[in-house]
């Protein structure tokens, strides 16, 4: 995968299986300590650390008998060729946060993609999850969370057109509240105005 959206949305989805019903995703972004993280936080399931081992270790097990997908360890070997890492708390019935690391500036670090369209997505195809996106940049923080919007709604789909063109424009003011020159991070570094 290209992008770290997608592997959000391939990490999210590992959430909603395991029977979440508040997912949180948190963006940081850092440029004096050369730092982009993203942490996904749930209350699914949660793993034991036995799994916690054989999820982010795609060879622990052999080939055969391995049961679970890739989606983990390919992340986990990205954020490493970026001099960053990933990290999995878990504790059964109670949850799990996953987070991932990457020196921000690295030359192969993955763009962050589509973001807003990966988090619109996932509210609408998750209508009964709770969902909480915070952004931080630098100093500055800004939270996006859906539960105000849908106890306003009522009833109301969040499909319907005007709702949606609503809640996109509420996460991308997320965004640009902290981070005016996000633009999807296409090539992030090179965008930044040269300030101190
Ligand atoms: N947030 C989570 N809560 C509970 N279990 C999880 C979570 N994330 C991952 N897992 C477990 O780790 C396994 C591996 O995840 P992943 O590497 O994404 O592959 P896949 O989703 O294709 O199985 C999942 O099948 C699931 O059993
Ligand atoms: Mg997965």
Redesign the pocket.
């Known amino acids: 995968m290209r992008e770290l959206s997608l592997h959000l949305l391939?990490i999210a989805?590992?959430?909603i299986?395991?029977g979440a019903s508040r997912i949180e995703i948190v963006l940081s972004e850092d440029s004096a300590l050369d730092l982009l993280q993203m942490s996904i936080i749930?209350n699914?399931?949660?793993?034991s650390k036995e799994?916690i081992a054989q999820?982010t270790d795609p060879f622990i097990t052999s080939r055969t008998t391995r049961k679970?997908?890739?989606?983990?360890?390919l992340l986990k070997a990205a954020a490493e060729d970026c001099n960053g890492s990933l990290n999995i708390t878990?504790e059964p019935g109670i949850g799990?946060e996953?987070t991932v690391k990457f020196q921000r500036s690295h030359i192969d670090r993955m763009p962050i993609g589509d973001l807003v369209s990966t988090i619109i997505n996932l509210i609408i195809c998750n209508p009964l999850i709770h969902w909480i996106f915070s952004y931080h940049y630098n100093e500055k923080n800004a939270i996006f969370d859906d539960e105000p919007v849908k106890q306003a709604l009522g009833d109301f789909p969040l499909t319907e057109p005007e709702i949606l063109t609503c809640i996109r424009s509420m996460v991308e003011e997320t965004i640009q509240e902290v981070n005016p020159h996000f633009s999807q991070d296409i090539v992030t570094i090179y965008n930044q105005p040269l300030r101190r």
Request: proline share 5%; net charge negative; charged share 20%.
């Open positions: 391939d989805e590992n959430s299986s395991a749930d699914g399931k949660g793993m799994m999820v679970v997908g890739l989606g983990i360890p878990s799990t996953l």
